[in-house]
């Protein structure tokens, strides 16, 4: 058997996107850890517009004791404080569509690489359970980093390895 070579994280993407939903068959480490690539930047980028959302809120807020007794300078501040809070639940609308639209797709690739292993794609409710789910976590996290299986199993020919 012929292992084929890495995904790329456009094709890891894009063949997530192709089975939003898409809960059948085998999926390959890369495609999954692509995936999980484009989360944590996701992430990572989200995070970075509320600190600095946050970090303009505590600014403007110092500038407040300044313009107590000044209404032009407390009319002004109170526009960037619109403008502020209007951003911010403009982002907050923003990320909450982008999660939902990530977590199907996220969920989908979990169970084709669980299947790829040779497990079943209902181990992902040990996350789901409380107080098992940190240990359903960590196993959920050593199944997807183990090795494809070459040979066929029930859920479909391997994705990595050819004939």
Request: charged residues 15%.
């Amino acid at each position: 058997m012929t292992a084929l070579p890495m995904m790329s994280f456009g094709e890891a993407v894009k063949t997530c996107f192709k089975k939003y939903v898409d809960f059948s068959g085998r999926a390959r480490r890369s495609e999954y850890w692509w995936f999980q690539v484009l989360n944590l930047i996701l992430c990572a980028c989200t995070t970075a517009i509320f600190i600095w959302k946050i970090t303009a809120a505590d600014k403007l807020e110092a500038q407040v004791g300044g313009a107590l007794f000044d209404q032009e300078k407390m009319d002004a501040l109170m526009a960037q404080a619109n403008s502020i809070d209007n951003t911010f639940y403009l982002l907050v609308g923003l990320v909450g569509i982008i999660a939902l639209a990530l977590v199907l797709p996220g969920l989908a690739v979990t169970v084709r690489r669980l299947h790829d292993i040779g497990k079943s794609g209902w181990f992902i409710l040990l996350c789901f359970i409380p107080y098992v789910n940190f240990i359903g976590g960590i196993v959920i996290f050593i199944f997807t980093v183990m090795d494809s299986k070459p040979e066929d199993n029930k859920f479909g020919p391997s994705p990595k390895y050819i004939s």
